[in-house]
């Protein structure tokens, strides 16, 4: 029995859709391990973030926070004025970094609950944040734009 072109068209389209549906499926599995979240201090307790995790921790750094250890190895504090969390960095900071200011970090959660960066990114300007710290935080009332910190 020959099937009619309405039957080869369907199942035509079908085969493609399945095919298309497989190919995204497959892109989506491959890009699971490089999507990095953001968070701020308070959503990494919230969320109950696990040890190994990659993501991105946002928002300020704490006031008397910095202590620069021997080499490159420096250690401060990220909060969003509700929680705090101890990072420490490995490498060289940006320009940029000082107490008060805006940052971004990327790295993971250890064991002893210390945030263990592998990227520190700083504002670079007085009119600038990442966006994802902005909105973070002036959904704290912690932040906002143009106004200078006394």
Same mark, same amino acid.
């Given at each position: *029995? +020959?099937?009619?072109?309405?039957?080869?068209?369907?199942?035509?389209?079908?085969? +493609?859709?399945?095919?298309?549906?497989?190919?995204?499926?497959?892109?989506?599995?491959?890009?699971?391990?490089?999507?990095? =979240? =953001?968070?701020?201090?308070?959503?990494?307790?919230? /969320? @109950?973030?696990?040890?190994?995790?990659? =993501?991105?921790? #946002? #928002?300020?750094? %704490?006031?008397?926070?910095?202590?620069?250890?021997? #080499?490159? $190895?420096?250690?401060?504090?990220?909060?969003? /004025?509700? @929680?705090?969390?101890?990072?420490?960095?490995?490498?060289?900071?940006?320009?940029?970094?000082?107490?008060?200011?805006? $940052?971004?970090?990327?790295?993971?959660?250890?064991? +002893?609950?210390?945030?263990? %960066?592998?990227?520190?990114? +700083?504002?670079?300007?007085?009119?600038? *944040?990442?966006?994802?710290?902005?909105? %973070?935080? @002036? &959904? /704290?009332?912690?932040?906002?734009?143009?106004? &200078? &910190?006394?």
């Amino acid at each position: *029995m +020959a099937m009619t072109r309405k039957q080869r068209r369907t199942t035509l389209i079908v085969s +493609a859709l399945a095919v298309l549906g497989a190919a995204v499926g497959l892109v989506l599995y491959a890009l699971e391990d490089t999507i990095v =979240f =953001f968070y701020t201090p308070s959503e990494v307790a919230e /969320k @109950k973030v696990q040890v190994g995790q990659r =993501f991105r921790l #946002g #928002g300020l750094v %704490a006031d008397g926070s910095v202590d620069r250890g021997s #080499g490159t $190895v420096v250690s401060f504090t990220v909060t969003d /004025k509700d @929680k705090s969390l101890p990072v420490r960095f490995d490498g060289i900071l940006p320009d940029l970094f000082r107490e008060g200011q805006g $940052v971004v970090a990327e790295g993971k959660m250890t064991a +002893a609950g210390t945030f263990e %960066a592998d990227t520190v990114l +700083a504002k670079h300007d007085e009119n600038y *944040m990442p966006r994802e710290v902005a909105d %973070a935080l @002036k &959904k /704290k009332g912690v932040w906002q734009h143009g106004e &200078k &910190k006394e």
